[in-house]
């Protein structure tokens, strides 16, 4: 079973700074994708950013240039760096990591149970 924590998230005021961080622990063996989804409140979640393995990243085009990525596949820790907030960041932020259990499994998305940010105006 793997399981995978998010921690990080709180409130802040419109234009600062949050870190939020994850850590996937269990029987892993092979970490593929980690990245961070945000659900806001009446709306669909959204990928925020995601990252490879192999250390290609992705952002959503509400974050780019705002948001930055990082982490290490082999260690099974993501991190979201998130700088000048905006109100509408407002959300809860979940993490997923796409791993395989064993070498001959294949990979799945396990989810965090998210983590509330709060941006106000």
């Known amino acids: 079973q793997v399981r995978v924590v998010e921690s990080g998230g709180g409130s802040v005021q419109s234009g600062g700074s949050l870190r939020l961080s994850c850590a996937a622990s269990g029987s892993i063996f092979r970490t593929y994708v980690m990245a961070w989804y945000r659900q806001a409140a009446e709306k669909q979640r959204e990928l925020v950013a995601g990252?490879?393995?192999?250390?290609?990243?992705n952002y959503g085009d509400p974050v780019k240039g705002r948001f930055t990525i990082s982490g290490d596949s082999a260690k099974n820790t993501v991190y979201l760096q998130m700088n000048s907030l905006k109100p509408e960041d407002t959300a809860v932020y979940y993490c997923a990591m796409n791993v395989a259990t064993s070498q001959l499994s294949q990979s799945r998305t396990y989810w965090g149970q998210g983590t509330q940010v709060t941006v106000s105006s």
């Open positions: 990252m490879t393995s192999n250390g290609n990243t």
